[in-house]
T-cell receptor
Framework: DVKVTQSSRYLVKRTGEKVFLECVQDMDHENMFWYRQDPGLGLRLIYFSYDVKMKEKGDIPEGYSVSREKKERFSLILESASTNQTSMYLC??????????FGPGTRLTVL | QKEVEQNSGPLSVPEGAIASLNCTYSDRGSQSFFWYRQYSGKSPELIMSIYSNGDKEDGRFTAQLNKASQYVSLLIRDSQPSDSATYLCAVNKAGNQFYFGTGTSLTVIP
């Protein structure tokens, strides 16, 4: 079974804090993705990576950065958390253009 | 125009009926098509993938693809209360990026 894990299920941070969300997949997938999901807005792509040390901006990269130092790990960084970044964050991985597999999600609350 | 469009619903069907979920996409170059199920508070779970025109069946689920009409659908036969969830349609174009619809909420009434 494909397994995608995320570092936390729930996270509460304060405005201005630096936040790290980590994602690990065990299927040797080239592609990894970070989304946020908000009611009524669906899944919105923040960043994706198709290889180690490679990254591409998605639809809403502002306020976020990413790091992919190893193939299995893709990190999302909120440099200075703001309340409008309160959301469900979902990591996914895929093999080339095949289906994406999602992690369990991290529900982040910024106070 | 959105890349992928779905009727947000909610769609309600009685237990045992057929639920029909629809999705249209804008790019004729799209190559891969997927249906995900998402329960409230959980992450999306892949239930079907389809790559060529026609029907693909897996248990109670049938995915239908019509590339000429840029239309993909999901039929759920013998709907069960446990099928109550939001169903997301996803489309992959020539690159590595996926495009998701906003989802259709399905309620199966016992």
């Amino acid at each position: 079974d494909v397994k995608v894990t995320q570092s936390s299920r729930y996270l509460v941070k304060r405005t201005g804090e630096k936040v790290f969300l980590e994602c690990v997949q065990d299927m040797d997938h080239e592609n990894m993705f970070w989304y946020r999901q908000d009611p009524g807005l669906g899944l919105r792509l923040i960043y994706f990576s198709y290889d180690v040390k490679m990254k591409e901006k998605g639809d809403i990269p502002e306020g976020y950065s990413v790091s992919r130092e190893k193939k299995e790990r893709f990190s999302l960084i909120l440099e200075s958390a703001s309340t409008n970044q309160t959301s469900m964050y979902l990591c996914a991985s895929s093999l080339r253009r095949n289906e994406q597999f999602f992690g369990p999600g991290t529900r982040l609350t910024v106070l | 125009q959105k890349e992928v469009e779905q009727n947000s619903g909610p769609l309600s069907v009685p237990e045992g009926a057929i639920a029909s979920l629809n999705c249209t996409y804008s790019d004729r170059g799209s190559q891969s098509f997927f249906w995900y199920r998402q329960y409230s508070g959980k992450s999306p779970e892949l239930i079907m993938s389809i790559y060529s025109n026609g029907d693909k069946e897996d248990g109670r689920f049938t995915a239908q693809l019509n590339k000429a009409s840029q239309y993909v659908s999901l039929l759920i036969r013998d709907s069960q209360p446990s099928d109550s969830a939001t169903y997301l349609c996803a489309v992959n174009k020539a690159g590595n990026q996926f495009y998701f619809g906003t989802g259709t909420s399905l309620t199966v009434i016992p």
